[in-house]
């Protein structure tokens, strides 16, 4: 490897900078071009793809050789369980890398075979009505944005993947449908196609077509996964997930507040349902909300065959997930 690529390669190693930015902080200290850097970049990132999917698999391989040996068929049942690493409120490029990793790290260990990007995934600034005095040209986002999928991809090789539309990636219609209608429609410039999604086979969800086609929202076993914003709730509410509650009375997963909860009720029956609120994954201090309540967080479910669920609601607090 030159001396020049290693440079580069060094470069993006713990962020999703897009080519064109690494190639802005370098070509004052090495004489490199464009296309070079993109070039060792989408190299290095094919490489990181295939490591990934070899330590999985060699995981995998692991698990059915202790499988074999085990006489109680516990880690049968670890294997064969399903399992969704759900996460959401990242808002790339707002993201905050630390905080992802922890989750995709944690994700890893706990052998997800599934996983649900819950929304808010990309920030899409460029195209939103807000006025941002950081404002990001929406060729760079899209960028980041794939660099990011092809992340998840390359680190969750063989999971199904599925992205819950929020209302940050339905800024792209609204963006459309108000500067542009005659256009809309139009499949080339869907926000799902202009991030290939299909060549990262995931799977795009809007809980607004979902509830169209299947009279309910998009669901995993017994449980319910929303962004959060489908159902109207206000911010300042003392227990979002009692109040999201009230409204769907069946069990829920969301994100989109950016706060950890837990509602539990059982009701007349002696049925127990539950509502989780999740936390976030991106910056904790944006221009638009310098001090508030949020807190990094992600959740691990756990099924059963028969659907009955185990939501484990984790923090990061102080680096630490708990
Ligand atoms: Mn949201």
């Known amino acids: 490897m030159s001396k020049k690529s290693k440079i580069i390669q060094e470069y993006i190693k713990d962020t999703t900078q897009s080519y064109r930015q690494v190639y802005e902080k370098l070509k004052n200290k090495i004489d490199i071009t464009y296309n070079y850097t993109k070039r060792i970049l989408s190299e290095y990132n094919k490489k ?7 330590s999985l698999q060699n995981a995998e391989k692991t698990a059915v050789t202790k499988t074999q040996n085990d006489k109680n068929g516990t880690l049968h049942i670890l294997k064969r369980k399903k399992r969704v690493l759900f996460v959401s409120d990242i808002h ?36 939103s009505f807000w006025k941002n005095r950081n404002r990001i040209d929406f060729l760079t986002e899209l960028e980041l944005m794939r660099n990011f999928l092809n992340e998840v991809r390359g680190t969750f090789v063989n999971s199904n993947i599925y992205y819950v539309w ?47 086609q299947h009279r309910k929202p998009f669901q995993i076993g017994k449980l319910y996964y929303l962004h959060g914003h489908e159902i109207r709730a206000s911010w300042g509410v003392v227990n979002i997930a009692r109040n999201l509650y009230l409204k769907a009375q069946d069990n ?31 910056e904790m201090s944006p221009d638009y909300s310098i001090i508030n309540n949020w807190n990094h967080g992600f959740a691990v479910i756990e099924y059963e065959d028969d659907g009955d669920f185990t939501v484990y609601n984790r923090k990061i607090i102080n680096g630490k997930v708990v």
Request: net charge negative; with cysteine; hydrophobic share 35%.
């Open 92 to 127: 790339v490029p707002f993201h905050d890398a630390t905080a992802v990793r922890k989750a995709f790290e944690y994700g890893l260990d706990e052998h997800v075979n599934t996983v649900v990007l819950g929304g808010d995934i990309m920030d899409n600034m460029a195209v």
């Open 252 to 282: 829920i997963i969301f994100g989109h507040f950016h706060q950890s909860q837990e509602f539990i009720q059982k009701d007349i029956n002696g049925d127990v349902r539950g509502s989780w609120a999740v936390g976030c994954l991106c």
């Open 48 to 54: 990181q793809r295939q490591n990934a999917g070899q």
């Open 166 to 212: 929020g209302n940050h990636e339905q800024r792209h219609e609204k963006y459309l449908l108000s500067h542009a209608d005659k256009l809309f429609g139009l499949e080339e410039i869907s926000l799902e196609n202009l991030l290939k999604l299909s060549e990262f086979r995931i799977r795009k969800i809007d809980n607004r077509d979902y509830m169209q």
